[in-house]
C-alpha cells in the first residue's frame, strides 16, 4: 500500500507563500506523474498542477505565474510553491497521485488521494 501525505498547509496573510509538501511512502512502488487539487465547500475540486515523473508540468491557466510543482523523484515527494497568495486559494489542498505498484503477480497501475491540507488566506 501506497500512503500519500500531505504538510505545510496554514493560515497566510494575503501577499504571502506557502509551500506544500506531498510525500509517498511504501514498497514497491513508483510515481508515474502527480499533482495538486483543490476544493472549496460546494465547489467541484479542481486542478492546480500536476508534474509527470519526467517533470513536465502542467497548471490551471488563472494559477500560472504564481503557483510552482516540482518534484523530487528520489524522495517520491512533490511540493507545491505558491506565492502571492490570494483570499480565493483558499481551499483544502489535496495530493494526487497516478502510481504503479511492482507485484510478484505483476504491476498494478491506479490512482490514489492524500488526505488534505487546509490553506486559508486572510485579507
Known amino acids: 500500500q501506497v500512503q500519500l501525505v500531505e504538510s505545510g498547509g496554514g493560515l497566510v496573510q494575503a501577499g504571502g507563500s506557502l509551500r506544500l509538501s506531498c510525500a509517498a511512502s511504501?514498497?514497491?512502488?513508483?510515481?508515474?506523474?502527480i499533482g495538486w487539487y483543490r476544493q472549496t465547500p460546494g465547489k467541484q475540486r479542481e486542478m492546480v498542477a500536476t508534474?509527470?515523473?519526467?517533470?513536465?508540468?502542467d497548471y490551471a491557466d488563472s494559477l500560472k505565474g504564481r503557483f510552482t510543482i516540482s518534484l523530487d523523484n528520489a524522495k517520491n515527494t512533490v511540493y507545491l510553491q505558491m506565492n502571492s497568495l490570494k483570499p480565493e486559494d483558499t481551499a483544502v489542498y489535496y495530493c494526487?497521485?497516478?502510481?504503479?505498484?511492482?507485484?510478484?503477480?505483476?504491476?498494478?497501475?491506479?490512482?490514489?488521494w492524500g488526505q488534505g491540507t487546509q490553506v486559508t488566506v486572510s485579507s
Open positions: 494526487k497521485a497516478a502510481l504503479t505498484r511492482f507485484e510478484p503477480t505483476g504491476t498494478i497501475l491506479y490512482e490514489d
Open positions: 511504501g514498497s514497491s512502488f513508483s510515481i508515474r506523474s
Open positions: 508534474i509527470s515523473n519526467g517533470g513536465t508540468s
